[in-house]
């Protein structure tokens, strides 16, 4: 594969997740509680809403009765990434997150950001996400684009991951949602 010179050229995406997966999913995130969503600033080293209270919220399931179809369909989504842009230079990944879940309801969004995230690997695991993987869970909603670049806006479908690096060279945001409630994951691979 030759070089690519065009950021766009680095964004993928791709259908690893059935209906039934995704269907099955939303309704068990509809029973359960989310938490308000959050930035960290590591200059003040505190996490706020970027936007007051139009945040769509999140939520790690780890008792999602769904995740390990989830973590499979991840899993495909990242060697398809890794087949198309494999170099010198990008070789493959260690490892991926757990889904992040979120939800927004009427006029909620997610501000422009990155994820070039210092505090995600913290723990046993340290570094930095390399690529960042945004599933779409539902489409029954309207508003709520995925946008990349202040004015790249992806269409998305349910069952859709949308892959991308997680530098700030990707700026992102979801446009607020107008109706309906929307469904979505992410996960990060280090």
Not at 115 to 127: A, K, M, V, W
Not at 167 to 183: A, D, I, S
């Amino acid at each position: 594969m030759g070089l690519m010179h065009n950021l766009k050229d680095y964004i993928f995406v791709i259908n690893t997740m059935s209906k039934e997966l995704c269907s099955e999913t939303v309704e068990y995130l509809k029973t359960i509680e989310f938490d308000e969503n959050t930035f960290y600033n590591p200059n003040t080293g505190v996490s706020a809403p970027k936007s007051g209270d139009s945040e769509a919220e999140y939520i790690y399931a780890e008792e999602c009765p769904t995740k390990d179809g989830l973590m499979q369909a991840i899993w495909d989504g990242l060697l398809e990434y890794h087949n198309k842009y494999r170099s010198p230079w990008y070789d493959g990944w260690n490892g991926y997150s757990s889904p992040r879940f979120n939800r927004y309801k009427e006029t909620k969004e997610m501000a422009l950001h990155c994820d070039h995230i210092h505090t995600l690997f913290d723990g046993e695991i340290r570094g930095i996400p390399i690529l960042t993987c945004i599933g779409l869970l539902n489409d029954d909603f309207a508003g709520g684009e995925f946008v990349l670049f202040d004015d790249h806006s992806i269409d998305l479908k349910q069952g859709n991951m949308i892959f991308f690096p997680s530098v700030f060279l990707y700026p992102h945001k979801v446009n607020p949602v107008t109706k309906g409630e929307r469904y979505s994951f992410a996960s990060w691979s280090w």
